[in-house]
């Protein structure tokens, strides 16, 4: 059991390494359920911002604004 989990491991850690965030994640998920502190690490560090895409969000909205107003008042 305890090979497992640390094949499951060192999985993880070679995917984040590689790049493949998605696919840490997943064994991540895995391994959290399971109260492994480093999966549950590396999920906390790698979760989506929602204030971030919020803040472009609303940035993208007020230049899509700024756009049409310069084009309907020309």
């Known amino acids: 059991m305890a090979q497992k ?7 993880m850690r070679a995917a984040y390494a590689a790049g493949d965030v ?7 998920r895995e391994l959290a359920q399971g109260k492994d502190e480093e ?3 590396l ?6 911002d929602r204030r971030a895409f919020a ?4 940035a993208l ?6 756009l049409f107003a310069f ?3 020309r």
């Open 5 to 11: 989990i640390d094949a499951d491991v060192a999985r």
């Open 22 to 28: 998605r696919q840490a994640r997943a064994v991540a």
């Open 39 to 41: 999966a549950a690490r």
């Open 43 to 48: 999920l906390a560090a790698t979760e989506v």
């Open 55 to 58: 803040i472009g969000g609303a």
């Open 61 to 66: 909205a007020l230049g899509l604004l700024y």
């Open 71 to 73: 084009i309907l008042l």
